[in-house]
């Protein structure tokens, strides 16, 4: 297993970039932020939400974050922001969304909040 997780290293490594993967971890909450505003959606909240080992991969971590977007009833667009999910996971090959969920805003009842979780395999 050593030598297999030494092999994924290096290609992972090969296929990002050195600061690639290490500069996820910072730069992943306002890129989210950025990437909906220019679709027309209103600015998400992104928090960290855990770190886990990646026990298969020495030296690499698995970040996750969870992402709020409060949405108008008027001119809902669920599909636009599963487009822009789709997206944001093929601009970015190590962040994968895990989680969707489409809720009624507990404090507005013309509003809805969107809520993923996503996760991105960062450098040590």
């Not at 959606?41 to 298969?56: G, K, M, Y």
């Not at 977007?69 to 962040?95: H, K, W």
């Amino acid at each position: 297993t050593q030598q297999r997780a030494a092999e994924a290293r290096t290609a992972l490594n090969q296929k990002l970039g050195e600061g690639a993967v290490h500069s996820m971890s910072i730069s992943f909450p306002e890129n989210t932020k950025q990437h909906f505003s220019q679709l027309g959606f209103p600015t998400p909240v992104v928090r960290q939400h855990a770190i886990e080992d990646e026990h298969e991969l020495p030296g690499y971590e698995r970040v996750s974050w969870t992402v709020a977007l409060t949405l108008q009833d008027a001119g809902l667009d669920i599909a636009g922001l599963l487009r822009g999910l789709a997206e944001l996971e093929v601009r970015n090959p190590m962040v994968t969304v895990l989680d969707f969920s489409f809720r009624q805003d507990p404090e507005d009842d013309a509003r809805r909040v969107a809520g993923f979780k996503m996760a991105a395999l960062v450098r040590k």
